[in-house]
Structure formats: structure tokens, C-alpha cells
């Protein structure tokens, strides 16, 4: 089974400061996990993700995410944030004994304040 | 590149009748799953077909079916339509393996009346 944790609804920050959004799993096999980012109205964008190698992984937008295995956890980071980060941010997780099939978290609302 | 395709993007239904949605992936992918996204539930996985088989499903009752065809290009249909199937249905397609990215459309907004 496949299960994954936002633990935060809403994240504040202000602009230039560094922002970190959480994420916990839970999977039956190997972790693959992606970190999407959702403006109104709109679809899911696609960040970044970690499948294997370097636990700390780099993606669009000056997005990172660090994967930690004994934490079961792939925490987003930025270093300076941006009014225009403002977003909804989902973590998914899938695992290797169901290729087709992601669980998504709740979603964070990340607002950025000048 | 074209990304992935939803039509029709906003449609307003009655109670009681019957919606398809439709939904062409990126080129060369095999793989498209289904979402309901609404506010109070997130994003709720419905079901992911792959090379024109149904793969996964999510637990979701029989009003929802879905299908894919030869080209990859696939349909969701949900009959019966209740209040609560208001929500936006997102697709997204990928190569079809664990590793590979889903990519998203930009999904179609289902009103219940």
C-alpha cells in the first residue's frame, strides 16, 4: 500500500527567505517520488523527483527536495523564496510493485509575501 | 511537443445523465491515468490504463469506467451524475514504467446541476 503525509495545509513565508514544504511516506516496495506544483485553475506542473543515487535532487524553478530514507521522508526546498512560488504544492509517491498507480499528498498551499 | 489534452475543459451536467471526457497524451506515451480532484478530498486516484489495458483502480464506484484506445488516446465516462462528481478531472500520461514522470493536462471542470 501506498500512503503519503503533508502535515501542513498552508505555509507562509517572506520573500527572500528560504522555504521548505513536508512530505512523509509510505510504501510496500522502492520509493519513487515527485514533488508537482498547481497555480489556479490550472493542471499539475511537474518539479522534480527522486528515483535512485544522489538523495538530494534539484528541479525547476530553483526547487530541491531531499530524500531520507530512515525519515521516510522528501521534503521541498528553495533557498530565497518568490511572490511568484505561491502555489499548491503536491507530493507523490509510487513504488515498484505498482508502476501505473501515485498517491498523491493533500497538497501545501505555499504563500510568498513580499 | 505537444503536452496532454482535455477536451472539453468546462461543461456544466444535470443530475441523472451521463458525461465522457477525453483525453489525448503526449506522443510516444502508453500510459494515462485519471484523477478527481475536488477541495475537500484532494486528488483521488481512478484509474490508469496501459497499452489499451486497465493496469490500476481506485476505489471508486462502477459509474465511473473508462477506456483507452490503440493511439493511446483515452475516455472516462461517468453515468448517472450525482452532485458530489462535481470536480476537476485531471489526466496525465506517461512512457508507462515506475520511474517515468506523469505529466498532466489541465484537466476538465465537471458541474453537477
Known amino acids: 500500500a501506498q500512503s503519503v503525509a503533508q502535515p501542513e495545509d498552508q505555509v507562509n513565508v517572506a520573500e527572500g527567505n528560504p522555504l521548505t514544504v513536508k512530505c512523509t511516506y509510505s510504501v510496500s516496495g522502492n520509493p519513487y517520488l515527485f514533488w508537482y506544483v498547481q497555480y489556479p485553475n490550472r493542471g499539475l506542473q511537474f518539479l522534480l523527483k527522486y528515483i535512485t543515487g544522489d538523495n538530494l535532487v534539484k528541479g525547476s524553478y530553483g526547487f530541491e527536495a531531499e530524500f531520507n530514507k530512515s525519515q521516510t521522508s522528501f521534503h521541498l526546498k528553495k533557498p530565497s523564496a518568490l511572490v511568484s512560488d505561491s502555489a499548491l504544492y503536491f507530493c507523490a509517491v509510487r513504488d515498484d510493485t505498482n508502476a501505473g498507480k501515485s498517491t498523491f499528498g493533500d497538497g501545501t498551499t505555499l504563500t510568498v509575501k513580499p | 511537443k505537444a503536452g496532454v489534452t482535455q477536451t472539453p475543459r468546462y461543461l456544466i451536467k444535470t443530475r441523472g445523465q451521463q458525461v465522457t471526457l477525453s483525453c489525448s497524451p503526449i506522443s510516444g506515451h502508453r500510459s494515462v491515468s485519471w484523477y478527481q480532484q475536488t477541495p475537500g478530498q484532494g486528488l483521488q486516484f481512478l484509474f490508469e490504463?496501459?497499452?489499451?489495458?486497465?493496469?490500476n483502480k481506485g476505489n471508486f464506484p462502477g459509474r465511473f469506467s473508462g477506456r483507452q484506445f490503440s493511439n493511446s488516446r483515452s475516455e472516462m465516462n461517468v453515468s448517472t451524475l450525482e452532485l458530489g462528481d462535481s470536480a476537476l478531472y485531471l489526466c496525465?500520461?506517461?512512457?508507462?514504467?515506475?520511474?517515468?514522470?506523469?505529466?498532466f493536462g489541465e484537466g476538465s471542470w465537471l458541474t453537477v446541476v
Open positions: 496525465a500520461s506517461s512512457l508507462g514504467t515506475v520511474g517515468n514522470t506523469i505529466y
Open positions: 490504463y496501459f497499452s489499451e489495458t486497465q493496469r
